[in-house]
Every structure is written in structure tokens, then in C-alpha cells.
């Protein structure tokens, strides 16, 4: 398998943080990153109402911003939604989309997170497409189902082109600010299998895919995980607040 990829850390900060603490930990992660980044690629993806503060904080650092889900619309009567070309104006990079949280929450079906994935690839950005399993579908011994699913309906949408520049973040359930973790084993298992997915597809497709890990990684387990041959990199929430924290899991992405 190729490990051309360079690894991707992203911070999700979900609903947290106000502009005083944003500032810090943007200033203190740009400060940081740009000594380690060496070989990673490093993103925070940041409330709404903070893209325009990330902007001014983040350009010209190593450290790329994104948005943490985009509509499916480019524009229009969609109250409270914000389009990807309006991400585009603040110089995102990353949009993530189908967050299990939106999944759960927001009962966003696999087609809906493939609309908006194609959205945020026509807008300029890179989607950050979060698939996983719940702990109760794992235990049924249907994740690899699961996630075929959620994966299959964002690779019928694309074309080969746009389905080259996404990424991929494994992030089960059951991992997700709990402190449980995958272990590297199970998460290598499950990344082989989205990238053999994606080679069902286009073999070279898959070879350039990130798959990123997502699910209570924090600076002590970040290096077996990202060791795996198929993990390239994660997607940071809890670990991602604190900016030393952050840091030495970009460093542990370093290998
Ligand atoms: C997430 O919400 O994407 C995530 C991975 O959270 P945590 O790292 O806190 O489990």
C-alpha cells in the first residue's frame, strides 16, 4: 500500500470554544504546528461564526481551517444553513460531513451526506466524510455493512475525479468522546476494508484516499494508531481543545 499520503490530523472543536479561547488555541496551534508539521498536514474545523477569525489567525501558517458540515444546497431558502461556497469565502479547506452526530441527530441519510459532499468537492473544499459504526451494530456483526453503506452512497455520486479528493474518517460510534478507543487491530481492520471498497471502484482511487481514524485518540494512543498501514492520520475532538495536547498528536502523525 502506498504511504505517499501524508498524514492528515484535524481538530473537530464541535460547539465549543468562544472567540477569547479561540484565539489562544488557534494562535497557540499555529505556533506549534509549524515546528512539527513536517510531513502532516494539520486542520482545525471550527464553528461557523469563527471562520472568519480563523482566517485572520491561520493564514500564512502550516495550519489549514475547515468547516464542520456544509448544506446541500449552494444557495437559497434553506434558514440556518450555510452553503460550501460560503465556506469557500473564508478560505476553508476541509468541510466535514455526516458526522455521526448529524447522523444521529439530525437524521441525515447516507444520500443526504453524499449531496453535501459533493457539494463542499464543487465549492472547492475537501470533504472530511465520516462513516461508523454503533456499538449495538458492531456487536451484530453488520459495521462492515454499515459503513458500506454509508460509503457506497458518496462513491455513486462522485466521479472518479471528485472521488480522488476526499477524505475519509473511520470514526465508530462507540469511540466518540467516551474514552473507549478502537484498537489499532480493529482499526486497521476496518480502514483495509474502506479502502478495498474504493479499489471495487478504482484501485488507483483508493491508493490516494486518506482514511483517517477518528474516536477518543489522544497524545498516548495516537502512534499505534497511526502505525497501522492503512491509517492516515485522525480526526481530533476532545484532544483537539487543548493545543499541547493537539500538538503531540500531530507529532505522533510524524512518526
Ligand atoms: C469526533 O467527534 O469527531 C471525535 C473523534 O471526538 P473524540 O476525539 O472526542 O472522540
Not at 149 to 170: D, P, R
Not at 197 to 222: P, T
Request: hydrophobic letters at 45%.
Amino acid at each position: 500500500m502506498s504511504r505517499e499520503r501524508a498524514k492528515l490530523v484535524v481538530g473537530n472543536w464541535k460547539m465549543h470554544g468562544r472567540i477569547g479561547d479561540n484565539a489562544t488555541l488557534l494562535t497557540e496551534v499555529a505556533a506549534g504546528a509549524s515546528a512539527l508539521q513536517k510531513g502532516v498536514r494539520v486542520g482545525v474545523c471550527v464553528p461557523c461564526p469563527y471562520l472568519a477569525q480563523s482566517q485572520a489567525l491561520l493564514s500564512g501558517s502550516v495550519v489549514q481551517w475547515g468547516i464542520q458540515d456544509v448544506s446541500a444546497h449552494a444557495g437559497g431558502a434553506f434558514t440556518g444553513e450555510v452553503a460550501a461556497e460560503m465556506a469557500a469565502d473564508f478560505g476553508v479547506t476541509y468541510a466535514i460531513v455526516g458526522h455521526s452526530e448529524r447522523r444521529a441527530y439530525h437524521r441525515e441519510s447516507p444520500e443526504l451526506v453524499a449531496s453535501k459532499a459533493q457539494r463542499a468537492i464543487e465549492a472547492g473544499l475537501t470533504p472530511i466524510v465520516c462513516v461508523g459504526e454503533t456499538l449495538e451494530e458492531r456487536q451484530a456483526g453488520t459495521t462492515e455493512q454499515i459503513i458500506g453503506t454509508q460509503l457506497e452512497a458518496v462513491l455513486q455520486i462522485l466521479t472518479e475525479e471528485q472521488a480522488a479528493g476526499i477524505v475519509v474518517a473511520y470514526e465508530p460510534v462507540w469511540a466518540i468522546g467516551t474514552g473507549k478507543t478502537a484498537t489499532p487491530q480493529q482499526a486497521e481492520e476496518v480502514h483495509a476494508h474502506i479502502r478495498a471498497r474504493i479499489a471495487g471502484r478504482d484501485a488507483k482511487i483508493a491508493a490516494l484516499v486518506r482514511i483517517q481514524y477518528g474516536g477518543s485518540v489522544k497524545a498516548a494512543n495516537a502512534a499505534e494508531l497511526f502505525s497501522m498501514p492503512n491509517v492516515d492520520g485522525g480526526l481530533i475532538g476532545g484532544a483537539s481543545l487543548k493545543a499541547e495536547e493537539f500538538l503531540a498528536i500531530v507529532a505522533a502523525a510524524r512518526g
